[in-house]
């Protein structure tokens, strides 16, 4: 059973930074991409970051491009997304997600894979 459990979320000020992780379990990690997403209130779910498995490929949403950075650890089975220049706008829960299928599987861009595995979610708040 995959088990994916968030960390590092909290309220912050305008301008501060952030550092989430993501622990998986259940498992080989390194095979499969990993993303970030995020859920405002009253807003649907977006995609903000994705990794391959070797880490050696990244996507941003264009709304947090240049301030955000995602990387991962394979040996530590977690990835990361450290968050600067937070605005109130980045205020969400935000959850990491995992590829349904290894890495070079199928086509298609980070973003658009099939992330079937979630975890639990972690509040970011950011004040003005």
């Known amino acids: 059973q995959v088990q994916l459990v968030e960390s590092g979320g909290g309220l912050v000020q305008a301008g501060d930074s952030l550092r989430l992780s993501c622990v998986a379990s259940g498992r080989t990690f390194h095979t499969y991409a990993m993303a970030w997403f995020r859920q405002a209130p009253g807003k649907e779910r977006e995609f903000v970051a994705g990794?391959?498995?070797?880490?050696?490929?990244?996507d941003y949403a264009n709304s947090v491009k240049g301030r955000f950075t995602v990387s991962r650890n394979n040996a530590e089975r977690t990835v990361y997304l450290q968050m600067n220049n937070l605005r109130p706008e980045d205020t969400a829960v935000y959850y990491c997600a995992t590829d349904k299928k290894p890495y070079g599987t199928y086509q298609a861009n980070l973003r658009d894979k099939q992330y079937v595995y979630w975890g639990q979610g972690t509040q970011v708040t950011v004040s003005s």
């Open positions: 990794i391959t498995g070797s880490g050696l490929s990244t």
